[in-house]
């Protein structure tokens, strides 16, 4: 999909539509803008349904202040407006309401998007606006102090956020980021105190994926090859859809041969990604034209050091990444699906899978098919790609129940003679 071959009423209610799926605002909450080349700016109407929402319902609000659609448009119309004759490189506006990102404007603070390393990279430096009425000027100022400082996210006191930028998917990009960190410090003040990322240690992070690789010009796709793209991008979409991925985020590769793998590329939007956005790898080549995930240096090495493994996972969901900042161990005992399906969940320090990718290797076994790396991510791994989606699902959905059962009691692990039950029930060992 090319996103920005699209008229801006389109991008306006395609982005808004996926806000109000995620439940990031209400049917009456948020408005999204964007200025076209000739300065006129789309915006969405006022007090209209949020989810039901279609291109004519789009106002156009031209240079001389003319308003031409259905509707009035938002309230916030100020706030773009002065936004937009502020920062003349912004050409997109995004506001809403999500309720991770409007908990923290209610304690007036922000979040801590040092927790894990994809934030600080796509979201920069955030400000924060004191509050003033809805639609006012005021307000307007108030933001207009913290855009003009550089700043392209603003978390509004006792409001929500904005983001800008030049276009509209990177404004909802840096939303969706911004609220993936809130999400995760929330969470994780359950179980324990989230620990920063040092300058030292994103430095690190800064490096990741520098390894270049040749390309090639495949010769032909076989059978298995096209079905296994289509595969892919399903649970791809289907990992976004349930919270594991976020739209950049989130990488799945399956094995093709011995010398050859599919992975995710680079930068492509997880929720609309097709069957020839992904990338075969060859040896040391990578399909022409095409960027891999990052990670591909490390997917290469597993698949070279195990060959029963066909299919890796790498993702940063809400509710393991908040084991993963607290640095609190994740433990499969609590139900026997769990423990089945993950075994001995190992953890390593953040880093590893760019300093010593060798160690994530020789982590993995039948006994830890899953890896969480500390403010990093989880690896799952298995045979075929529904079994490492599977493992990855897992994951996700046994943190949430043992974050769950802390605010309701003390957990109850499955004993060791229990596990050794099912070692022997299942033939684990």
């Known amino acids: 999909m090319n996103f920005n ?10 982005l808004l539509s996926r806000v109000y ?92 998007i040092n927790i894990v390393p994809t934030p ?16 006012s000027d005021a307000l307007a100022n108030r933001i207009v102090e913290e855009i003009k400082k550089g700043l392209n996210v603003v978390i509004m006191d006792n409001h929500g956020v904005i983001t800008c930028a030049d276009n509209l998917f990177e404004a909802f990009k840096r939303f969706e980021t911004l609220n993936f960190a809130a999400s995760i410090g929330i969470t994780s003040s359950i179980i324990g105190k989230p620990i920063s990322l040092t300058k030292e240690q994103l430095k690190i ?40 991925f976020t ?29 020839e956005d992904i990338v075969r790898i060859e040896y040391n080549w990578r399909e022409a034209g095409k960027i891999p995930s990052r990670s591909v240096g490390l997917h ?4 070279d050091e195990h060959p029963d493994i066909n299919a890796i996972t790498v993702a940063q969901p809400r509710y393991v990444m908040s084991f993963g900042v607290t640095h609190t161990p994740l433990d499969s005992r609590t139900i026997p699906e ?45 045979n075929t790609l529904i079994n490492a989606f599977d493992r990855l699902e897992v994951a996700e959905f046994t943190a949430n129940t043992v974050i769950h059962a802390k605010l309701v009691g003390d957990i109850v692990m499955i004993s060791d003679k229990e596990v050794e039950d099912i070692n022997k029930a299942f033939h684990l060992k």
């Open 300 to 303: 290469k090495l597993i698949y």
């Open 21 to 112: 799926q995620k439940g990031l605002t209400t049917t009456s909450g948020g408005n999204l803008s964007i200025k076209d080349s000739e300065g006129v700016i789309w915006i969405t109407p006022s007090g209209i349904d949020k989810g039901s929402l279609t291109a004519s319902d789009i106002c156009k609000v031209l240079p001389d202040g003319t308003v031409i659609g259905k509707y009035k448009p938002s309230v916030e119309l100020p706030f773009h407006k002065l936004v937009y004759a502020t920062r003349p490189d912004v050409s997109a506006v995004l506001h809403a309401h999500p309720p991770a990102l409007v908990s923290y404007s209610l304690i007036r603070q922000i979040p801590d």
């Open 5 to 14: 071959l699209m008229h801006p009423a389109e991008q306006i209610v395609l």
């Open 338 to 382: 769990s423990y089945i399906a993950m075994r001995d969940i190992a953890v390593v320090p953040f880093g590893t899978n760019i300093t010593d990718p060798e160690r994530i290797s020789a982590t993995l076994s039948a006994k830890s098919p899953v890896i969480l790396i500390q403010n990093d991510s989880v690896i799952s791994t298995g």
């Open 120 to 135: 600080s990279e796509v979201c920069g430096k955030v400000g924060i606006a004191g509050y003033e009425v809805p639609g």
């Open 247 to 275: 739209s950049t985020q989130g990488t799945f590769s399956v094995r093709l041969d011995k010398h050859s793998f599919l992975i995710t590329p680079y930068g492509v939007d997880r929720k609309y990604i097709e069957p």
């Open 205 to 244: 992070y800064s490096t990741k994926g520098q390894n270049m690789l040749g390309e090639f010009i495949p010769k032909d796709f076989s059978s298995d090859e096209r079905r296994l793209r289509k595969e892919m991008c399903a649970l791809i979409h289907r990992s976004y859809d349930q919270n594991l």
